[in-house]
């Protein structure tokens, strides 16, 4: 009996679709899917979830019209559209809660979104318009008119059409700029927020910028030109930088980048004498910048959990290889080469060498990004390979879960890249990373590169570079991906680059009292942090301090465990439980109870508690004592000329104070 009512509702959508008088038909893809994205209907707590609610299923933000039409037209034999009485359909009847609905009432019959399901409804509920068969929609042009954001969306035929009262709104600051439904923007505060419009599957952006209070910032003239860009963003919002480090200060810092070391006494007094581009490009073609840089840059070209060496990688920056040249042998058998399921490769490219998430695609289109689940399937394709006579060899790529139903490889659709037909795979992926219309893989090795050397990047998270999550200084990128692109990828150019610059030299005196609510000096890179040494760096520091290179505490498989954490910055520890593991491990005790350590040679050498108190100063904290320091600790350092026991306390304290175990 079901089954016969079932068909009989099947047959009568399509008999009286035949009847409903000609008018003109509203295209599904543009003018009714985007409806129920805008409204929340397939938003994931709701029918867009992973299982639909209440029996119904969309695709997450309609971002699969076909599916949804299909659903909706075809579903439950066609009974949530009536031909013959439209206004009783349960698609207008539920989302209006003429009858009960779990999701409340979404829009009442007087909106214009009521308005469009019906005549949608009464025109025979078509998929295309008669006219439109063949529309696509290419891009999306977002204008701002006073407080007013306009959406116009353009299609390849060349029409275009307004789709404001389609699209879907948001701000990436609220506390700055906050725009509704309609497109109202209301400003809130002082900063820069950028509002985003999603239509169907494309998205675009417009700035808000509302410029900080008091006298207006004009900054001096200067020819660097990351300088220049961040300069000219400040300006823009009226937030002053914070003054340039003592130099002192910007020793430390530049030895603890680029060296992963204090700097000695004689290279302090080197630094003072020449420019810092000659010191940085010392230390650039030194062993000690591998071993530095290294455990940043291993997780960008080897999976997590690899067992493989990092020798291929320490060779590449021992020898100053450009960056790219990693990228090829990731498809390369042996060493860099990538292993595993291809959707666990997929999903590194594009987070570690492209600086995108497609991760969340692997199961649904991507809830904050354009992409979708097919397009993850497709690029992972790619990766199902196999070496055939020194060449890669595609394999055939099935639908997990699905039996074998083959997917056909395809790229990311980003870029203008156009592979031959014969091309090999390793070839395909190689120019598409580098070389294939987008300049990615520069803003995201920039955008990293950047972080290790400031702190924090310009785009946080570094892996999720998309609209929605915009650089904090979009200019700086800018110069830093095109700088790092037009060397050849040339990593210590790069690094020159940055450490030679004015932003880079900042102080990282704490915020005063005065600072605005959430600290927009940093969000906005107009003043640096002093961040904690990490647990290598510490114990480098104190060998490098104590002149002792035989004491360290972490072994060989915590080092490599360490350099492997897919990590920005440092591991995620606690500064306070490092200084604890180090003090606990003995590696201060060992170091100073070594003969010939360097603390032991200037209490031995120096005259005077006063000289021995400064060389221990500048051994440890690279800056002589200051007048209330001096005056505190002489006595000290008097009791250690000559009690041994008194001159290791002094050097602990100094060893564990919070200036020696932080980059300032």
């Known amino acids: 009996?079901?089954?016969?009512?079932?068909?009989?509702?099947?047959?009568?959508?399509?008999?009286?679709?035949?009847?409903?008088?000609?008018?003109?038909?509203?295209?599904?893809?543009?003018?009714?899917?985007?409806?129920?994205?805008?409204?929340?209907?397939?938003?994931?707590?709701?029918?867009?979830?992973?299982?639909?609610?209440?029996?119904?299923?969309?695709?997450?933000?309609?971002?699969?019209?076909?599916?949804?039409?299909?659903?909706?037209?075809?579903?439950?034999?066609?009974?949530?559209?009536?031909?013959?009485?439209?206004?009783?359909?349960?698609?207008?009847?539920?989302?209006?809660?003429?009858?009960?609905?779990?999701?409340?009432?979404?829009?009442?019959?007087?909106?214009?979104?009521?308005?469009?399901?019906?005549?949608?409804?009464?025109?025979?509920?078509?998929?295309?318009?008669?006219?439109?068969?063949?529309?696509?929609?290419?891009?999306?042009?977002?204008?701002?008119?006073?407080?007013?954001?306009?959406?116009?969306?353009?299609?390849?035929?060349?029409?275009?059409?307004?789709?404001?009262?389609?699209?879907?709104?948001?701000?990436?600051?609220?506390?700055?700029?906050?725009?509704?439904?309609?497109?109202?923007?209301?400003?809130?505060?002082?900063?820069?927020?950028?509002?985003?419009?999603?239509?169907?599957?494309?998205?675009?952006?417009?700035?808000?910028?509302?410029?900080?209070?008091?006298?207006?910032?004009?900054?001096?003239?200067?020819?660097?030109?990351?300088?220049?860009?961040?300069?000219?963003?400040?300006?823009?919002?009226?937030?002053?930088?914070?003054?340039?480090?003592?130099?002192?200060?910007?020793?430390?810092?530049?030895?603890?980048?680029?060296?992963?070391?204090?700097?000695?006494?004689?290279?302090?007094?080197?630094?003072?004498?020449?420019?810092?581009?000659?010191?940085?490009?010392?230390?650039?073609?030194?062993?000690?910048?591998?071993?530095?840089?290294?455990?940043?840059?291993?997780?960008?070209?080897?999976?997590?959990?690899?067992?493989?060496?990092?020798?291929?990688?320490?060779?590449?920056?021992?020898?100053?290889?450009?960056?790219?040249?990693?990228?090829?042998?990731?498809?390369?058998?042996?060493?860099?080469?990538?292993?595993?399921?291809?959707?666990?490769?997929?999903?590194?490219?594009?987070?570690?060498?492209?600086?995108?998430s497609i991760g969340c695609a692997r199961c649904h289109n991507h809830p904050h990004d354009r992409w979708t689940q097919a397009e993850h399937l497709r690029f992972s394709a790619l990766f199902r390979n196999h070496r055939e006579g020194g060449r890669l060899v595609q394999d055939p790529f099935f639908v997990p879960g699905e039996g074998h139903r083959p997917v056909q490889p395809a790229l990311l659709p980003l870029g203008n890249l156009a592979p031959a037909p014969d091309a090999a795979p390793d070839a395909v992926l190689t120019s598409f990373i580098l070389d294939g219309g987008h300049d990615l893989f520069s803003r995201n090795i920039a955008n990293r590169v950047f972080a290790v050397l400031l702190g924090n990047p310009l785009v946080d998270s570094p892996d999720d570079h998309r609209l929605s999550n915009p650089p904090a200084q979009e200019a700086m990128l800018d110069v830093l991906a095109s700088q790092f692109k037009n060397s050849g990828h040339d990593l210590h150019a790069l690094v020159r680059f940055i450490v030679t610059s004015q932003v880079y030299a900042m102080a990282s005196d704490p915020p005063n009292d005065r600072t605005l609510s959430g600290d927009p000096a940093l969000r906005y890179v107009a003043r640096r942090?002093?961040?904690?040494?990490?647990?290598?760096?510490?114990?480098?520091?104190?060998?490098?301090?104590?002149?002792?290179t035989a004491v360290r505490a972490t072994n060989n498989s915590d080092r490599q465990m360490m350099m492997q954490a897919n990590t920005l910055v440092s591991a995620p520890t606690s500064p306070l439980a490092d200084q604890l593991a180090i003090l606990n491990s003995g590696l201060i005790q060992r170091g100073l109870a070594t003969k010939g350590n360097e603390v032991e040679a200037i209490f031995t050498f120096s005259a005077t508690a006063e000289q021995a108190l400064r060389d221990l100063f500048i051994l440890t904290l690279s800056r002589s004592p200051r007048a209330e320091e001096s005056e505190r600790l002489l006595p000290e350092a008097e009791k250690g000329?000559?009690?041994?026991?008194a001159r290791d306390d002094l050097a602990t304290a100094l060893l564990l104070s919070r200036e020696f175990g932080s980059i300032r």
């Open 1 to 356: 009996m079901q089954s016969k009512m079932a068909n009989w509702s099947i047959a009568g959508v399509v008999a009286l679709a035949a009847t409903v008088p000609s008018m003109a038909s509203a295209d599904f893809r543009y003018e009714i899917a985007p409806i129920f994205a805008r409204y929340g209907c397939a938003a994931a707590d709701c029918h867009g979830g992973a299982t639909g609610r209440g029996g119904f299923k969309l695709s997450l933000f309609a971002t699969e019209p076909r599916a949804d039409y299909e659903a909706i037209t075809r579903e439950l034999g066609g009974r949530r559209i009536d031909f013959r009485t439209p206004t009783t359909s349960l698609l207008l009847r539920k989302p209006t809660r003429s009858v009960k609905h779990g999701g409340g009432r979404v829009f009442d019959q007087s909106s214009r979104a009521y308005r469009e399901l019906l005549s949608w409804i009464e025109s025979g509920a078509h998929y295309e318009s008669a006219n439109d068969d063949a529309l696509i929609l290419e891009e999306l042009q977002i204008t701002q008119a006073d407080d007013q954001v306009s959406v116009t969306a353009h299609f390849a035929d060349g029409t275009h059409r307004d789709v404001t009262h389609l699209a879907v709104f948001q701000s990436t600051a609220p506390d700055v700029a906050a725009v509704d439904e309609n497109g109202l923007i209301t400003r809130n505060g002082p900063g820069k927020a950028w509002l985003l419009a999603r239509f169907s599957s494309v998205s675009a952006r417009t700035r808000i910028n509302i410029p900080f209070p008091g006298e207006p910032f004009v900054p001096a003239k200067i020819n660097h030109p990351l300088d220049q860009a961040w300069l000219s963003s400040l300006q823009e919002q009226n937030l002053r930088p914070s003054p340039a480090a003592p130099a002192h200060v910007l020793a430390r810092r530049l030895y603890f980048d680029l060296a992963g070391r204090p700097p000695r006494p004689d290279e302090l007094r080197d630094f003072a004498l020449q420019p810092l581009a000659t010191t940085a490009d010392q230390l650039l073609t030194d062993d000690v910048f591998v071993e530095a840089f290294l455990p940043y840059v291993a997780p960008w070209f080897s999976q997590p959990g690899s067992d493989r060496s990092s020798a291929r990688i320490a060779e590449a920056l021992r020898e100053n290889e450009p960056l790219s040249d990693l990228v090829g042998d990731l498809f390369l058998p042996g060493g860099l080469e990538l292993k595993g399921d291809p959707r666990d490769q997929a999903e590194f490219v594009g987070a570690q060498l492209l600086g995108i």
């Open 529 to 548: 942090e002093a961040r904690p040494l990490t647990r290598i760096q510490f114990e480098r520091a104190v060998e490098s301090v104590i002149g002792i």
């Open 641 to 645: 000329l000559s009690d041994p026991g």
